[in-house]
């Protein structure tokens, strides 16, 4: 049973910043938070983890409200070839990335 | 490129027979992890080795079956194939790298049973 919950799809334009909410009411105080990207017949790829407040790297920021029940994946100035899944999961070590839900189909338009 | 290599890419068999697939993880990773994933649909993990141990199962079949070899390379065994089974199957490593849990995806063999 998935521990997550986000939308099943959403739409932008190429330059927009992109925000993917996720939902986890039941996060376990030693639980993750961590965003995979997925293109169409290839494996998922790790885009960024957090525990709590923000986080950014080089493509994306994670912000984390303070009582960790959501969490959001911004992608900013999207490009055509951001289309592709995004799956949220939360949990700690390395139990939690067994549990994958549907993911959020993410299509960027011209 | 992830460093996870699977073999073959496609297979393409009829059912009731039987197939192997193979894999080989980043160099150093001790853990592999097999998925199911059907067309359109999220990943349903299927079992996960740890050093040549099996260390979780999720929704594996009992026609399905999978080991880890001392060399750390694994192969997931399906027998007794049905047309459900055509899907695209990944395996994966793990690792802890500057404090954060990432597993790395090979690029996946796509089984179709017909």
């Known amino acids: 049973l998935a521990k997550t919950t986000q939308p099943i799809s959403m739409d932008s334009y190429e330059g927009q910043e992109v925000n993917i909410t996720c939902s986890h009411n039941n996060i376990a105080t030693n639980d993750y938070i961590t965003w995979y990207q997925q293109f169409p017949s290839q494996g998922p790829r790790f885009i960024i983890q957090?525990?709590?407040?923000?986080v950014t790297n080089e493509v994306a920021s994670l912000f984390i409200p303070a009582d960790r029940k959501s969490s959001t994946l911004s992608l900013p100035r999207v490009s055509l070839s951001d289309t592709a899944v995004y799956y949220c999961l939360v949990g700690a070590d390395s139990n939690y990335q067994l549990i994958w839900g549907a993911g959020t189909k993410l299509i960027i338009k011209p | 490129d992830s460093g996870v290599t699977q073999t073959p890419k496609h297979l393409i068999t009829a059912t009731g027979q039987r197939v192997t697939l193979r894999c080989s993880p980043r160099s150093g990773d001790l853990s592999v992890y097999w998925y199911q994933q059907s067309l359109d649909q999220g990943l349903q993990f299927l079992i996960q080795y740890y050093n040549g141990e099996e260390r979780a199962k999720g929704n594996i079949l009992e026609r399905f079956s999978a080991q880890q070899f001392p060399d750390l390379h694994s192969e997931l065994n399906l027998s007794s194939l049905e047309l459900g089974d055509s899907a695209l199957y990944f395996c994966?490593?793990?690792?802890?790298?500057?404090?954060?849990?990432?597993?790395?995806f090979g690029p996946g063999t796509r089984l179709t049973v017909l």
């Open positions: 957090g525990y709590k407040t923000k």
């Open positions: 994966a490593s793990s690792a802890r790298l500057a404090g954060v849990y990432e597993q790395f």
